[in-house]
T-cell receptor, first 111, second 113 residues
Framework: RKEVEQDPGPFNVPEGATVAFNCTYS??????FFWYRQDCRKEPKLLMS???SGNEDGRFTAQLNRASQYISLLIRDSKLSDSATYLC????????????FGAGTRLAVHP | DAGVTQSPTHLIKTRGQHVTLRCSPI?????VSWYQQVLGQGPQFIFQ???????GRGNFPDRFSARQFPNYSSELNVNALLLGDSALYLC????????????FGNGTRLTVT
């Protein structure tokens, strides 16, 4: 079983749609969680951290369920510029901050 | 402030050759990590260094090595290159702290022919 699993997509949605991505992780000792965004042939960039109580940043909402070891990202009112790959990231625990990446979920927003 | 800088941007090597990739972290960041990203996959952890000491190593062969210098910059070395080493190599720096995210450089795209 992979340490971080994501649906690869692609998710093809029209502008203005709401789309949700899910992610599961296997290490119950993980303490920090992130969503990164990666554009084609570019480096990953931090989109947002994910907190236990859930958190929102504009059109983006992240949720964490520690009991189910499940993370989600909700994007409201999708824009063309949201088209990218979204990477779910979990730290490994164990005393040093090794971050483990999922394979990513591809989102394509069309007019 | 400058972000994480990597050099070179692109590199083409032949099987069996050796390569050195370089990285300068964000000013004030003492931790540097290296990741390999093959097309269609997420980044895979190779090494983490903090205060010039190796703090973590991923599941990569001994052909891969790295070091961190007193100014916190870092080098990744790969010996005896294989075709399968073709990938985007990403360097990231972070503040110390269990909850701190990684900040990536633009990466070095290595092609092995």
């Amino acid at each position: 079983r992979k340490e971080v699993e994501q649906d690869p997509g692609p998710f093809n949605v029209p502008e203005g749609a709401t789309v949700a991505f899910n992610c599961t992780y296997s290490n119950s000792a993980s303490q920090s969680f992130f969503w990164y965004r990666q554009d084609c042939r570019k480096e990953p960039k931090l989109l947002m951290s994910v907190y236990s109580s859930g958190n929102e940043d504009g059109r983006f909402t992240a949720q964490l369920n520690r009991a189910s070891q499940y993370i989600s990202l909700l994007i409201r009112d999708s824009k063309l510029s949201d088209s990218a790959t979204y990477l779910c990231v979990v730290n490994s625990g164990g005393g040093y901050n090794k971050l483990i990446f999922g394979a990513g979920t591809r989102l394509a927003v069309h007019p | 402030d400058a972000g994480v800088t990597q050099s070179p941007t692109h590199l083409i090597k032949t099987r069996g050759q050796h390569v050195t990739l370089r990285c300068s972290p964000i000013s004030g960041h003492k931790s540097v990590s290296w990741y390999q990203q093959v097309l269609g996959q997420g980044p895979q952890f190779i090494f983490q260094y903090y205060e010039k000491e190796e703090r973590g190593r991923g599941n990569f062969p001994d052909r891969f090595s790295a070091r961190q210098f007193p100014n916190y910059s870092s080098e990744l070395n790969v010996n005896a290159l294989l075709l399968g080493d073709s990938a985007l190599y990403l360097c990231a720096s972070q503040n110390r702290g269990v909850n701190s995210p990684l900040h990536f450089g633009n990466g070095t795209r290595l092609t092995v022919t």
